[in-house]
């Protein structure tokens, strides 16, 4: 069972405090303390494993935690499982000197000679107990190396145990993983940080302030290496001030809509010394962190403070703008490559995140609809009576005017047709509509209450604010109100007409047009949708089964996500 964290031995000769006060014993761990049970225990009990493997980010102690097994294991005076740390054996390994244990860095050493020559040696006898073999970042073994050892790691010899660190597990071979037992290693918290650099402070006499030691805290986001070095820069240059970017101005930016506020930071990030190319990288690191809080907080690497910071930026952009914001900047990264002024790839890339209407993408277009609706709904009157209605159907004409059979309209394009031209349609079939038979205004109503609902959400972005113009039979015309938007179209065409043809039971062409007219009235939301009474009570298409006719309404990210990746698809569990 593991003990209270004591305070880590020193190191003489060694200045650096990462080095210098490296943990020696399990006791001595922090913030892994489900690690320490499970080594402790095996090694107090005699129930070592042949292989472990650890993961976990940098500096969390897996390569610290794999010396102290091999010390605990050859330890001449162990206590409960853990080494003494002053015997002979503990004293070599500390140093490096011992026969007992290799290390191996398999980023240098990767190739399949290099593991031949080790599991060679394996076989050799060896001065302590057990021989233990520590091959740090494993998954950049190659392929060949990795296949080599896995023979040694399926009978190995007795006396030996491998110990295999990695920050990637899943880039090691999945027969590796099944043959070893794997510990996780996790972020420190920042409690227990704050801990340590204190014991290490009163034991190496130094002069740090509380506001040292946060800062140090902060800079090492969960690794006692990483806070242990910020600590020693922040001793040494005599500052308090921490040596990443500030982008808090670039989140109220993103959030309020400020190119002015987001090109101001920019610009005074790049007069501190900041090259474009970092801080957009690092950027959209933070960005990942708020996409990862937002998703799934367990993988995020932000701690305390930093946690709590980046989660409140989350809840304000919401998802949808963060995942703009990653992909945005990731295109922006590829191209500054080849920029020749890299900081004006960064400048039109914020402004076109906080300003949409300058991006021509349909996630920006999705991004001006969202705002056009909410805006619509704050805004929308009440009507008074219910005789009344505050808005008409997108596409459809006043109750006063009458299509006409078979006729183009030859009002303006996406206008209703004028009354005095036009004659009281003939009630169509329940059954089995006949295309060349309907009316524009027919086709109008069903575009909006039957076609619409059955494409996809990003296709109804567009489609909602789009205007039934002309209908032949075999082809629809319809109306958009700008090339813009025209030219976001063919994105959506192939679910439209998979809609379309649903509809009206034959094939149809699509045929766009531009009318300007139409930015004079923004969408409105389906939810407020009126429809406009008829003259006619007999209805105009079959009603007779909502199952049979109102088709895969999508409602929801997830059906959104699914309708855009596979067309026509259908979900059955």
């Not at 034991?203 to 509380?210: E, F, I, K, N, Q």
């Not at 080849?338 to 995140?353: G, Y």
Request: proline share 7%; with cysteine; aromatic share 4%.
């Amino acid at each position: 069972m593991a003990t209270p964290a004591s305070v880590p031995t020193s190191l003489d000769g060694v200045t650096s405090l990462y080095r210098r006060f490296r943990p020696g014993r399990f006791a001595e761990l922090r913030g892994q303390d489900h690690v320490v049970r499970a080594l402790q225990g095996a090694v107090a009990r005699d129930r070592v494993s042949h292989a472990y493997l650890f993961s976990g980010p940098r500096g969390t102690g897996k390569t610290t935690t794999a010396r102290i097994l091999a010390k605990a294991l050859n330890c001449e005076n162990p206590v409960e499982g853990d080494a003494c740390n002053v015997c002979a054996s503990c004293v070599a390994i500390t140093r490096g000197s011992s026969l007992d244990v290799t290390e191996l860095d398999a980023a240098s050493n990767n190739g399949v000679d290099d593991i031949r020559e080790i599991t060679a040696g394996a076989w050799h006898g060896t001065p302590g107990r057990w021989k233990i073999y520590i091959f740090d970042e494993v998954h950049q073994l190659s392929k060949p190396a990795s296949a080599a050892l896995l023979k040694t790691l399926e009978e190995p010899p007795p006396h030996v145990i491998f110990v295999l660190a990695t920050t990637d597990p899943h880039k090691v071979l999945p027969t590796i993983r099944s043959r070893t037992q794997h510990l996780e290693f996790r972020l420190i918290g920042g409690e227990t940080l704050r801990t340590l650099l204190d014991d290490v402070q009163g034991a190496a006499g130094l002069a740090a302030d509380d506001n040292t030691i946060e800062t140090a805290v902060r800079l090492g986001r969960g690794s006692a290496r990483d806070a242990l070095s910020a600590l020693d820069q922040l001793l040494a240059t005599g500052a308090n001030e921490e040596t990443q970017p500030d982008f808090d101005g670039l989140f109220r930016a993103l959030i309020d809509g400020d190119a002015v506020v987001a090109l101001t930071t920019l610009s005074r990030l790049a007069h501190d010394g900041w090259d474009p190319e970092q801080l957009a990288e690092s950027f959209a690191g933070e960005v990942r962190q708020v996409f990862l809080l937002q998703v799934a907080p367990e993988v995020a690497d932000a701690v305390d403070a930093d946690r709590d910071r980046l989660r409140g930026w989350g809840t304000q952009l919401g998802l949808a703008r963060t995942v703009r914001v990653l992909e945005t900047f990731g295109r922006a990264m590829r191209e500054m490559k080849s920029a020749p002024e890299k900081i004006v790839v960064l400048e039109v890339a914020m402004v076109r995140l906080v300003k949409p209407e300058f991006d021509a993408s349909l996630e920006a277009l999705a991004e001006r609809v969202t705002k056009l609706e909410r805006h619509e709904r704050s805004t929308a009157p009440v009507p008074t009576a219910p005789t009344v209605s505050p808005m008409r159907p997108i596409g459809a004409t006043p109750a006063t005017s009458v299509p006409t059979n078979n006729v183009v309209s030859t009002a303006p394009v996406g206008r209703a047709p004028s009354p005095s031209t036009s004659a009281t349609p003939a009630p169509s079939s329940t059954t089995g509509d006949v295309a060349s038979e309907l009316t524009v205004e027919e086709v109008r109503r069903r575009f909006v209450d039957r076609v619409v609902p059955r494409t996809s959400r990003g296709a109804q972005l567009v489609l909602r604010s789009a205007h039934v113009v002309d209908f032949d039979g075999s082809r629809i015309t319809l109306a958009v109100a700008s090339e813009e938007i025209r030219q976001n179209t063919d994105q959506i065409s192939q679910g439209l007409k998979g809609a379309l043809e649903h509809e009206f039971k034959g094939p149809l062409s699509v045929h766009w047009v531009v009318d300007s007219t139409l930015n004079a009235s923004a969408p409105s939301a389906p939810s407020a949708r009126v429809r406009t009474p008829t003259p006619d009570p007999t209805p105009d298409f079959d009603e007779t089964s909502a199952d049979d006719h109102q088709g895969p309404v999508v409602a929801s990210v997830a059906e959104h996500l699914i309708t855009e990746m596979f067309p026509g698809a259908e979900e059955i569990s």
